[in-house]
């Protein structure tokens, strides 16, 4: 397969599924132009791209569209083959997709529903969001764990790209909503540490800085 000359991310700066898409390609070294959409007012151009969800982010490689962060994240995994995010070994990937599809499913939605403004349903929500957390900690150190300072050992992979982001996401989240606790040490402190590792990276720090131009109080 000939690697893609021209590769173009649509995405949005707020968006933390599109901030794992520039995670992934910087990781990768994958050289890529970056445009900004506006989800209030979707331009004719991104509307073509993904006529089915009209979400971001959208990877364009080579003028060919493809949208859905997780799917974009396996295609940008076997385009670019180093340093790989998924294991080798087929058993062993198929734990990670097991994983991601996890966080995708029902750590997601959770979030969502704890921005809520009626007060039994974030409590819920919160209550439900440790629990997930809980066995994505356990899952995560039977099934994936190798030693080093990431999920998958001493270099970040598939489920430290898709988990970083959501640190920034809790925080902002506690933020928020005031007396809300969503990241604990003592329920999930692997998961903790392992975010705390991934949001130290350089490509974390410089897709930050990139992304601040496009984010306005
Ligand atoms: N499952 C999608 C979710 C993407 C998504 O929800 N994108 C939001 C921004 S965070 C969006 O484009 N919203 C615009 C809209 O719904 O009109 C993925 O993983 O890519």
Known sequence: MAIPKEV???????SGFCTLVHHALRLKGVAYDYVEVDLKNKSEEFLKLHPVHKKVPILV???????????????VDETWKEPPLLPQDPYLR???????????????????????????????????????FKTLEDGINKDVHVHGPFIHGEEPGLLDVILGPFKIGFQHLEQMLAGVKLLDKENTPLLCSYMDAYVELAVVKDTELMLSQYVHA
């Open 8 to 14: 173009k991310l649509f995405g949005n700066a707020m």
């Open 61 to 75: 490689v080579d003028g060919k569209p493809i949208p859905e962060s997780l799917v974009i994240l396996q295609y």
């Open 94 to 132: 198929s734990k990670v997709r097991f994983w991601a599809d996890f966080i995708y499913q029902k750590i997601v939605p959770v979030m969502y529903a704890i921005r809520s403004t009626e007060v039994e349903t974030q409590k819920k929500a919160v209550e439900e969001f440790h629990g997930y």
